[in-house]
Nanobody, 119 residues
Framework: QVQLVESGGGLVQPGGSLRLSCAAS????????MGWYRQAPGKQRELVAT?????NYADSVKGRFTISRDNTKNTVNLQMNSLKPEDTAVYYC???????????????WGQGTQVTVSS
């Protein structure tokens, strides 16, 4: 089985910074892509950033957020700068992973971490 565990959420003032981290563990053969999504109250879950050969960012976070990945540790981080109240959401780590004994890649999710931007 594969697990994704996030850390680093919290409360920050507008204009501040936070760094989210996600570690993948378990029976991992290969990680294809990793990324971050978020879901605000009453809204659908949306892509924030992904990395896996090509890096993609949502337009709303370009220039403020930076995704980075350490393939040796199976981790992905999200550095969030110049945070705005509209960034408030639960942030979820996602990975498309092939586990040992399987031929395909499957989508795995972390449990989510709350980010609140408020003065």
């Amino acid at each position: 089985q594969v697990q994704l565990v996030e850390s680093g959420g919290g409360l920050v003032q507008p204009g501040g910074s936070l760094r989210l981290s996600c570690a993948a563990s378990g029976s991992i053969f290969r990680i294809h892509t990793m990324g971050w999504y978020r879901q605000a109250p009453g809204k659908q879950r949306e892509l924030v950033a992904t990395t896996g050969g090509v890096t993609n960012y949502a337009d709303s976070v370009k220039g403020r957020f930076t995704i980075s990945r350490d393939n040796t540790k199976n981790t992905v981080n999200l550095q969030m700068n110049s945070l705005k109240p509209e960034d408030t959401a639960v942030y979820y780590c996602n990975g498309y992973i092939t586990s040992w004994g399987n031929s395909g890649q499957y989508s795995y999710w972390g449990q989510g971490t709350q980010v609140t931007v408020s003065s």
